[in-house]
């Protein structure tokens, strides 16, 4: 079964930048969808942004123009960077990938921070 893993998290000022990255433990071209969701404390998971096989994408409307999700099948990972971070984008941020048939597979999450 496929793993995800999660870096790149950390604590970061408004206005400021991380890139959160995603590696899988094998081919990740064998999920149709990858998606970046996050979880604030006691609120529910929300997705954050997706990419398809096909190249299709998608962002939330709370990080639309800020955060931009990539994709490196040479490296096995999934990416996402993040500019001018808000308080509002404190979370928890997972990875996860969806293969057609097979369900969901879910990173354990990198915590991101954002505060002055």
């Known amino acids: 079964q496929v793993q995800l893993a999660e870096s790149g998290g950390g604590l970061a000022q408004p206005g400021g930048s991380l890139k959160l990255s995603c590696t899988a433990s094998?081919?990740?071209?064998?999920?149709?969808?990858m998606a970046w969701h996050r979880q604030a404390a006691g609120k529910e998971r929300e997705l954050v942004a997706a990419?398809?096989?096909?190249?299709?994408?998608a962002y939330s409307h709370a990080v639309d123009g800020r955060f931009t999700i990539s994709r490196d099948y040479a490296k096995n990972t999934l990416s996402l960077q993040m500019d001018n971070l808000k308080p509002e984008d404190t979370a928890v941020y997972f990875c996860?990938?969806?293969?057609?048939?097979?369900?969901?597979?879910w990173g354990r999450g990198t915590q991101v921070t954002v505060s002055a």
């Open positions: 990419i398809t096989k096909t190249d299709l994408i």
């Open positions: 094998r081919n990740i071209s064998t999920f149709f969808e």
């Open positions: 996860k990938g969806h293969q057609r048939g097979a369900g969901d597979t």
